[in-house]
Nanobody, 124 residues
C-alpha cells in the first residue's frame, strides 16, 4: 500500500508559479513510478507529467511542456511538480499517482494509488 498526500495548490494569477508536492508513505518510494494528472470541471482527467522511479526519465503533456517540471526526492519520499507561466486553462484539481511498475507512464490505468487531489486555480 502507498498513501499519497498532495499539497501546494492554490490561487495564482496568470503568468505565476506554483510548486505542488506529493508525499508518499508505505511501500518503498524509490521503486515506484510517479505521475501527475489533472481534472478540470466538466472534463475528463488528463495526463500532465510522469517520472520514472530513478528520476532519469520524464514525460510531459504537450500542453505543459516547457512550463512544468516534474522531479522527485527519493530520500524524502516526495515528488514535485513545478508549474511556471501558468495559464487559466491550467485550472484543475491536480492528482499524483503511484505505481506503473516503476516506469514513467502516461497511462492512468497503470497507476495503483492516487492522492486526494489539490486545487489549482489560475485567474486571468
Amino acid at each position: 500500500q502507498v498513501q499519497l498526500v498532495e499539497s501546494g495548490g492554490g490561487l495564482v494569477q496568470a503568468g505565476g508559479s506554483l510548486r505542488l508536492s506529493c508525499a508518499a508513505s508505505g511501500r518503498t518510494f524509490s521503486s515506484i513510478g510517479m505521475g501527475w494528472f489533472r481534472q478540470a470541471p466538466g472534463k475528463e482527467r488528463e495526463f500532465v507529467a510522469t517520472i520514472r522511479w530513478s528520476g532519469v526519465r520524464t514525460y510531459y503533456a504537450d500542453s505543459v511542456k516547457g512550463r512544468f517540471t516534474v522531479s522527485r526526492d527519493n530520500a524524502k519520499n516526495t515528488v514535485y511538480l513545478q508549474m511556471n507561466s501558468l495559464k487559466p486553462e491550467d485550472t484543475a484539481v491536480y492528482y499524483c499517482a503511484a505505481g506503473a511498475y516503476g516506469r514513467a507512464s502516461m497511462d492512468e490505468g497503470e497507476y495503483e494509488y492516487w492522492g486526494q487531489g489539490t486545487q489549482v486555480t489560475v485567474s486571468s
